[in-house]
């Protein structure tokens, strides 16, 4: 199986649509309607229901199994290249709240610069609620927050 056409089945069962997912990814539906010939023949079996034109797309309960664990695999995928963009860089980013920050962060930093420890360490404050997707995008190595409550 190809990363490719895990892909566009991935977006194929979101969009529900061989147009929307052709356009998506600046492909000919016909090259759409052959990943998922080519997933079904390497599978041995039907992911979509064949369907006419007009009627909504139908995912078949091995296509489900199909979207679930492409979209993990696709989504390891991603974090393996964020990792290995990340092997050689000589930098640590480190996300924190605006919480965080003033209530204890900045006094550990400043305290670790004083030994030169966080040379190679980039900080950004940012809105706790964008912390981790921010995390997930590989904006971040780490991530600081709190929250206020008894959570």
């Not at 199986?1 to 069962?13: A, G, H, P, Q």
């Not at 963009?85 to 305290?111: C, D, M, P, Q």
């Amino acid at each position: 199986m190809e990363f490719r056409d895990l892909r566009y089945f991935i977006d194929l069962v979101e969009s529900e649509s061989y147009h929307a997912t052709a356009q998506k990814n600046q492909v000919t539906q016909p090259a759409i309607s052959a990943m998922v010939k080519r997933l079904e023949e390497e599978c041995g079996v039907q992911l979509i229901f064949k369907r006419s034109s007009r009627a909504p797309l139908v995912i078949t309960p091995a296509g489900q199994v199909l979207y679930k664990r492409a979209k993990n695999l696709v989504k390891e995928e991603n974090s393996i290249k964020i990792e290995v963009k990340r092997a050689n860089a000589n930098n640590f980013r480190l996300g924190y709240s605006e919480l965080a920050g003033k209530a204890w962060l900045a006094s550990v930093i400043t305290h670790l610069n004083q030994g030169r420890m966080l040379a190679n360490i980039e900080t950004k404050e940012e809105n706790s609620h964008l912390l981790e997707q921010h995390l997930r995008e590989g904006r971040f190595d780490v991530i600081v927050f709190s929250r206020l409550g008894s959570e």
